[in-house]
């Protein structure tokens, strides 16, 4: 019977862990504040900004949360960053995305001060996570590894498969487990959906993280016994039992694939709940690396 890797749980002893770190820094006369820019309305990026913005007043930080309309200017956006990129009592920004089509992203996270990038996007920040050097990892990754951690999953010389090569999750988790460390020391293969049989690469992983928004991509036959299995994937599809209509899902086609795992991710209730965790996390570890 697969072990369940309860990203709630995880999360909700992780979140204790930094209110009493919060504590200690107030001691000091520290008051952490994560900034958070929300552009327009979309719904999805308004529960995600406020959870984020309960998860700070739960544990005590400071949370400024501005939202504009979305017919703010390219410009504008880059004077609110720049101003909390000089603004002493601010630890960490986040601009939420997607950001409307005419402002550029790319331009607008490069603004951000590397040292107050809690999202781990800069590419000074990107760059150090590829080096090995101390650096903010992007959430997911983080809450990846600290559940691997947690549940004591041993990488050192584990053969672990990336399905998925975003900037969000794929690239930033194959760099931190490469690395030549404690908890991690894997050897990393990144694949993706272009690959003319996925499941060459999937069968041989002792460790399989799927982050490709492909809902149930993974089947019981595309991987090994006693796979460990991460399942990044949120992807909502129809279900005519349920009242709203529809459920949520993960990549990997959890209830054929459980019976094969030594360990595995829910969705929701795995990974999802982690990511708040470590966005957390990195901003009071803004405070440390000042």
Same mark, same amino acid.
């Given at each position: 019977?697969?072990?369940?890797?309860?990203?709630?749980?995880?999360a909700?002893?992780?979140?204790?862990?930094?209110a009493?770190?919060?504590?200690v820094?107030?001691?000091?006369?520290?008051?952490?504040?994560?900034?958070?820019?929300?552009?327009?309305?979309?719904?999805?990026?308004?529960v995600?900004?406020? *959870?984020?913005?309960?998860?700070?007043?739960?544990?005590g930080?400071?949370?400024?949360?501005?939202?504009?309309?979305?017919?703010?200017t390219?410009?504008?956006v880059?004077?609110i960053?720049n101003?909390?990129?000089?603004?002493?009592?601010?630890?960490?920004?986040?601009?939420?995305?997607?950001?409307?089509?005419?402002?550029?992203?790319?331009?607008?996270?490069?603004?951000?001060?590397?040292?107050?990038?809690?999202?781990?996007?800069?590419?000074?920040?990107?760059g150090?996570?590829?080096a090995?050097?101390?650096?903010?990892?992007?959430?997911?990754?983080?809450?990846?590894?600290?559940?691997?951690?947690?549940y004591?999953?041993?990488? &050192?010389?584990?053969?672990?498969?990336v399905?998925?090569? &975003? *900037?969000?999750?794929?690239k930033?988790?194959?760099n931190?487990?490469?690395?030549?460390?404690?908890?991690?020391?894997?050897?990393v293969?990144?694949?993706?959906?272009?690959a003319?049989?996925?499941s060459?690469?999937?069968?041989?992983?002792?460790?399989?993280?799927?982050?490709?928004?492909?809902?149930?991509?993974?089947?019981?036959?595309?991987?090994?016994?006693?796979?460990?299995?991460?399942?990044?994937?949120? *992807?909502?599809?129809?279900?005519?039992?349920?009242?709203?209509?529809t459920?949520?899902?993960?990549?990997?086609?959890?209830?054929?694939?459980?019976p094969?795992?030594?360990a595995?991710?829910?969705?929701?209730?795995?990974v999802?709940?982690m990511?708040?965790?470590?966005?957390?996390k990195?901003?009071?570890q803004?405070?440390?690396?000042?």
């Amino acid at each position: 019977m697969a072990i369940i890797i309860d990203g709630k749980k995880v999360a909700a002893e992780i979140k204790n862990e930094l209110a009493a770190e919060v504590q200690v820094l107030k001691t000091r006369g520290i008051v952490p504040k994560l900034a958070l820019l929300l552009v327009g309305s979309d719904p999805a990026s308004e529960v995600y900004v406020r *959870n984020k913005h309960k998860f700070c007043i739960d544990i005590g930080i400071e949370s400024l949360q501005v939202q504009k309309d979305a017919s703010i200017t390219e410009d504008e956006v880059l004077a609110i960053v720049n101003e909390w990129n000089n603004d002493p009592t601010v630890s960490g920004i986040l601009v939420q995305l997607p950001l409307p089509k005419h402002i550029n992203e790319t331009k607008v996270l490069l603004s951000i001060n590397p040292m107050k990038d809690v999202d781990g996007f800069h590419p000074e920040n990107v760059g150090r996570l590829v080096a090995g050097l101390p650096t903010y990892v992007p959430c997911t990754p983080l809450g990846i590894w600290e559940l691997l951690k947690r549940y004591e999953i041993d990488l &050192s010389g584990k053969h672990v498969v990336v399905v998925g090569r &975003s *900037n969000i999750v794929g690239k930033p988790i194959a760099n931190l487990l490469v690395q030549k460390q404690p908890n991690a020391n894997a050897i990393v293969t990144i694949c993706h959906t272009a690959a003319p049989d996925l499941s060459h690469y999937t069968k041989d992983a002792d460790v399989l993280i799927a982050a490709v928004g492909v809902p149930e991509l993974i089947k019981a036959k595309d991987v090994k016994d006693g796979v460990v299995v991460i399942d990044v994937g949120v *992807n909502r599809i129809n279900d005519s039992s349920k009242e709203s209509g529809t459920r949520l899902v993960g990549d990997v086609a959890y209830e054929e694939v459980a019976p094969k795992a030594s360990a595995i991710t829910p969705v929701p209730g795995g990974v999802g709940p982690m990511t708040i965790a470590m966005l957390i996390k990195n901003t009071l570890q803004s405070i440390n690396r000042k």
